[in-house]
Structure formats: structure tokens, C-alpha cells
């Protein structure tokens, strides 16, 4: 059977993977400065961030419609059998929503919810790709991926909480007391939600470094083909070189796949912020 895997562009993919795979993407709205954008098409993280800090307000997302999630897999659907789409966590979108109610138009799309975001989001598009292509039935592939999809793990270090504060996601107090105190707090999500778990102080490169370690050291549990290093827009090539340093001191992956967030991520999490992403073995 010939299976098609769509995805929603906040996971995050690097388009040598989307090429790779063939993984089309339906891209979510961007809305700056009262004006409608689509994520990754004639919206870039540069063009918020430089919005934001020339004084405009923070910028937004909006959820695809079920119009256009339909006519997205009718087209999509062309020359295949069957159509999977991978959607955004349920929790922090609509999206899983219409895209199930365009689905119900049709006799062979599915869709699953990531229970993630990012490249947590893209791990689970990747697995799907790889069950379609071991010739898998499309009830299975997406049986499979309600099983994988809470073995995803996904955080991230956010070196400025300005972002988050703006969009509601914590107090301007407690951004304001972060700041002041050195404090990089670690984003999870887990159950489709994001936590705030353990907060690190001091440098971000410091921070990172054992942010990295703590998640990695003397773990036997993780699949090791791949992990995602993935971090926004003008995160500072020092942040960088020490996380990758660390997932190689103290990891063990046959491959590191390093990518920037786009719009729509960048949009809630702001300059500065780096994640690492991997998947947990079955228990």
C-alpha cells in the first residue's frame, strides 16, 4: 500500500528530512502586526524576532481550519492509497480537532496527535514514515504511533522568559525574578503539556551543558538512532557547541540532527531557547 505521511509545520523537520521522506507540510498561521502569515512559507523566526524588537507586539498563531485541512489532504492524497497526518499536541492547539473532522470526509485518512511540539512532534512524524515504508496497514501505523507517542521526550533550556511572560505561559513576575537570579528554566512536555521542571543558573552555555547531562548520563533506556538538537533562531554558536558537546560526552546516538524551530514554536518560546529530543525504548 502506497501511504502518504502529512505532518503540521511545527515539527519542526529539517527539509532533508521532509525531502527524504517526501513529508508534506501544512503550514499554521502566523499573525504579525495584523497580518496573516503561513508558518514557514512567507514567515520567518527572523522576521518576529526583529518585529518584537523593534517595539511590535508579540505575535501570534491561529490553528488550520477544517476547510483547509480538507482540501489539503484531497490534494495530498493524489497517487496514494492512504493518508496519515501527524498533528501538534491536542493540548495546545486545534488543530488535532479539525483535522479529524476533515478526516471524517474521507474514507482513507488518518490522523494521529503528536502529544508533542518541535522535533518531539518530528520524531513521531519520522517513526510513521518508517512503518509506512516497512509496509505497515494505516490502522496499525497509527496504532503504533499512540504507543510512541509518550515515549517521546522533549524539553527545552529557555535563556529569556520574556516570550513565554507575553504569551501568557508564565508571570511577568516570575520572568522578572528569572532574570534577575540567572535562572534558565527547563520546558517539558509531558502529556501533551508543558511543565516547568528543574531551573539552572548561571551562563546558558554552563546552563545547557548540565541541562544535557542530567537528561543523557548513564541512560540505557533511549533508542539511539537519533536525537534532535534543535534551538531558535540566533541562539549564540557557543549554546550550541556546548550542547552538542555534552550529547556527545554523555549520549550515545548514531545520529545528531541539529535544526531551528520555525514560526510558530519561535513564536512561544522566543530567541535563545534549546531543546533536546529523543524517544525512551518500550518498557
Same mark, same amino acid.
Given at each position: 500500500?502506497?501511504?502518504?505521511?502529512?505532518?503540521?509545520?511545527?515539527?519542526?523537520?529539517?527539509?532533508?528530512?521532509?525531502?527524504?521522506?517526501?513529508?508534506?507540510?501544512?503550514?499554521?498561521?502566523?499573525?504579525?502586526?495584523?497580518?496573516?502569515?503561513?508558518?514557514?512559507?512567507?514567515?520567518?523566526?527572523?522576521?518576529?524576532? #526583529?518585529?518584537?524588537?523593534?517595539?511590535?507586539?508579540?505575535?501570534?498563531?491561529?490553528?488550520?481550519?477544517?476547510?483547509?485541512?480538507?482540501?489539503?489532504?484531497?490534494?495530498?492524497?493524489?497517487?496514494?492509497?492512504?493518508?496519515?497526518?501527524?498533528?501538534?499536541?491536542?493540548?495546545?492547539?486545534?488543530?488535532? /480537532?479539525?483535522?479529524?473532522?476533515?478526516?471524517?470526509?474521507?474514507?482513507? =485518512?488518518?490522523?494521529?496527535?503528536?502529544?508533542?511540539?518541535?522535533?518531539? @512532534?518530528?520524531?513521531?512524524?519520522?517513526?510513521?514514515?518508517?512503518?509506512?515504508?516497512? %509496509?505497515?496497514?494505516?490502522?496499525?501505523?497509527?496504532?503504533?504511533?499512540?504507543?510512541?507517542?509518550?515515549?517521546?521526550?522533549?524539553?527545552?533550556?529557555?535563556?529569556?522568559?520574556?516570550?513565554?511572560?507575553?504569551?501568557?505561559?508564565?508571570?511577568?513576575?516570575?520572568?522578572? %525574578? #528569572?532574570?534577575?537570579? @540567572?535562572?534558565?528554566?527547563?520546558?517539558? =512536555?509531558?502529556?501533551?503539556?508543558?511543565? =516547568?521542571?528543574?531551573?539552572?543558573?548561571?551562563?546558558?552555555?554552563?546552563?545547557?551543558?548540565?541541562?544535557?547531562?542530567?537528561?543523557?548520563? %548513564?541512560?540505557?533506556?533511549? /533508542?539511539?538512532?537519533?536525537?534532535?538538537?534543535?534551538?531558535?533562531?540566533?541562539? #549564540?554558536?557557543?549554546?550550541?557547541?556546548?550542547?552538542? /558537546?555534552?550529547?556527545?560526552?554523555?549520549?550515545?546516538?548514531?545520529?545528531?540532527?541539529?535544526?531551528?524551530?520555525?514560526?510558530?514554536?519561535?513564536? @512561544?518560546?522566543?530567541?535563545?531557547?534549546?531543546?533536546?529530543?529523543?524517544?525512551?525504548?518500550?518498557?
Amino acid at each position: 500500500m502506497n501511504i502518504k505521511i502529512t505532518a503540521d509545520s511545527t515539527c519542526d523537520l529539517p527539509k532533508a528530512l521532509l525531502d527524504e521522506f517526501n513529508i508534506t507540510i501544512m503550514p499554521l498561521t502566523v499573525m504579525k502586526g495584523g497580518e496573516a502569515f503561513q508558518d514557514g512559507v512567507d514567515i520567518t523566526p527572523a522576521d518576529i524576532f #526583529a518585529h518584537v524588537a523593534a517595539g511590535g507586539d508579540l505575535c501570534t498563531t491561529a490553528a488550520v481550519n477544517m476547510a483547509d485541512y480538507y482540501e489539503f489532504f484531497r490534494k495530498s492524497l493524489e497517487g496514494y492509497d492512504a493518508l496519515i497526518h501527524v498533528n501538534i499536541s491536542a493540548e495546545f492547539s486545534s488543530c488535532y /480537532q479539525n483535522a479529524c473532522l476533515a478526516a471524517a470526509e474521507f474514507e482513507n =485518512v488518518y490522523v494521529v496527535d503528536s502529544r508533542n511540539l518541535s522535533t518531539g @512532534h518530528g520524531h513521531v512524524v519520522l517513526e510513521a514514515c518508517k512503518c509506512a515504508r516497512a %509496509g505497515m496497514e494505516p490502522q496499525a501505523i497509527v496504532e503504533e504511533m499512540k504507543d510512541l507517542a509518550p515515549r517521546v521526550d522533549a524539553s527545552f533550556l529557555v535563556d529569556r522568559l520574556d516570550f513565554l511572560a507575553k504569551g501568557g505561559r508564565c508571570s511577568s513576575v516570575a520572568a522578572l %525574578g #528569572a532574570n534577575l537570579l @540567572h535562572l534558565r528554566p527547563c520546558i517539558e =512536555v509531558k502529556d501533551g503539556k508543558m511543565h =516547568v521542571g528543574k531551573k539552572y543558573r548561571g551562563s546558558f552555555p554552563k546552563c545547557l551543558s548540565a541541562y544535557v547531562k542530567e537528561r543523557l548520563e %548513564g541512560r540505557d533506556d533511549l /533508542q539511539n538512532d537519533r536525537i534532535f538538537l534543535t534551538y531558535t533562531y540566533s541562539t #549564540a554558536e557557543e549554546s550550541v557547541d556546548a550542547a552538542r /558537546q555534552a550529547i556527545l560526552d554523555y549520549g550515545n546516538f548514531d545520529t545528531i540532527t541539529e535544526g531551528t524551530a520555525g514560526s510558530t514554536i519561535s513564536c @512561544h518560546c522566543g530567541p535563545s531557547t534549546l531543546g533536546v529530543l529523543y524517544i525512551h525504548n518500550k518498557q
